[in-house]
Structures are given as structure tokens and as C-alpha cells.
């Protein structure tokens, strides 16, 4: 068979994955709380209003017939490792992605696990594109905002007090993503078992 024929039909199962911190029900519920204050304010223009809170930790691509053997390996991490702390502080704002954001203290736990989840992920040969990894953990309100809009969102959002608080992830979630007619999205969803 012709290797490039070999090639698109691999890309045919190729899938987009991410996989994400779950915070608790008290960070979530602040999270999405200011996404619905940002929805009274302006309705249209940016996304992640309807996405459910999360951390992202790294992003990958891979074929679809690697999957189960990519989600053993990461069930076994978990069996052992506890669910991870992190502190939140307030309200800011990256202005060159037009992203609103909760700021989190105390990352150093959620940057270790995003690497050896990458390390994993390079080493395991079960990934097909380069891994990306967060380099500055954060719970993202909205995005894609510009201009006009940015400002006046951020004016609006900022006034609302976030009051510093510890929150836990003792959860994990592993999106499955591919582009077609229709954006189709998978998930799973995965517990941090050690104490």
C-alpha cells in the first residue's frame, strides 16, 4: 500500500485529546457563576461560557485504536496519586488572548503532574502530535475577547469580590475532540485514588 494513501487513512481515526483538572463543586460553582454574570453583560463574541470549569494540563493527538491502552496507563497514575490543592486569588486578565481568568497560588503541584503527564505521553509512543503543556495553570471564565468587549467585561467582572479560597481536583477529564461536518466531543472522566 502507498505510504501516503497509509498516512490519510491513519489521520482518518487521528483525534484531538485534552485532558483537564476537575475543581470542586465549591470552585466550580464560582466558576460558572461568573461565566452567567458575564452572559447578563455582553451574549455574544467569545466562548467558554458553556464549558464546564476545568485546568487544562496538556493537549495531544493520537489514533483512536490508542486509546485504551493511553487510559490504562493513566488509571494506573492515579491509583496512586492524591487529588491535588491549589488556592484561588483573584480575577485577571491575559490581554493578547482576550481571556478572563480565575489566578491561582500554589501551582507547583498542578505544573509537576501537567509534566509527567507529558513525559508520559512522549515516552509512551502512543501519541501522534506534539504534547502541550500549561504553563500557567488557571480556571478561564471567557475568551476570545477583544477591544471593546475585553473591557468592558473585564470593568464589569472585576468588581465582583473573589474571595481567596483552597480548593481540591480529585478529579480528572480526558476530552476526545475531532473536526468534521460536526465538532463531536467525547469525554471521560477519571478519579486521583491515592491518599
Request: hydrophobic letters at 40%.
Amino acid at each position: 500500500m502507498d505510504n501516503g494513501l497509509l498516512f490519510e487513512l491513519e489521520k482518518i481515526a487521528l483525534f484531538d485529546y485534552t485532558i483537564q483538572l476537575i475543581p470542586d463543586k465549591s470552585m466550580s460553582k464560582l466558576a460558572s457563576n461568573l461565566k452567567e454574570e458575564a452572559k447578563k453583560i455582553c451574549s455574544k463574541g467569545y466562548t467558554s461560557v458553556g464549558t464546564q470549569p476545568h485546568i487544562s494540563l496538556v493537549n495531544f493527538s493520537m489514533l483512536e485504536k490508542n486509546e485504551a491502552p493511553l487510559l490504562a496507563i493513566i488509571e494506573s497514575i492515579l491509583a496512586n496519586h492524591p487529588k491535588i490543592i491549589s488556592r484561588a486569588t483573584k480575577l485577571s486578565v491575559f490581554e493578547n488572548s482576550g481571556t478572563i481568568f480565575i489566578n491561582l497560588e500554589n501551582v507547583e503541584a498542578i505544573k509537576q503532574f501537567a509534566k509527567e503527564l507529558q513525559v508520559l505521553l512522549k515516552t509512551s509512543n502512543l501519541t501522534y502530535k506534539a504534547v502541550g503543556i500549561t504553563t500557567t495553570p488557571h480556571i478561564t471564565i471567557l475568551k476570545n475577547l477583544f477591544g471593546k468587549q475585553l473591557d468592558e467585561l473585564w470593568t464589569a467582572l472585576a468588581k465582583i469580590p473573589i474571595m481567596e479560597q483552597e480548593f481540591y481536583c480529585s478529579h480528572l477529564r480526558i476530552k476526545k475532540m475531532q473536526q468534521r461536518t460536526f465538532y463531536k466531543e467525547k469525554e471521560r472522566t477519571l478519579p486521583f485514588l491515592g491518599k
